[in-house]
């Protein structure tokens, strides 16, 4: 059992009790911030990843 063993029916169900819990209005709020810890852990990490390479090519 893992995360990609989610169905439609699951992902439904998580996203009216999401609905239910925090509302139709702080959804969107949530979702853009989510959105944009992604987007920063991805550039730290590429950040992370290329400085590793130019390191090795100095050495």
């Not at 699951?10 to 509302?23: Q, R």
């Amino acid at each position: 059992m893992g995360i990609g063993n989610i169905g439609i029916p699951s992902l439904i169900l998580i996203i009216v009790i999401a609905l239910l819990i925090f509302g139709p209005k702080r959804l969107p709020e949530m979702g853009r911030a989510a959105g944009q810890t992604l987007q920063e852990f991805k550039r730290t990490a590429n950040d992370l990843i290329m400085g590793e390479e130019q390191n090795d090519k100095k050495d």
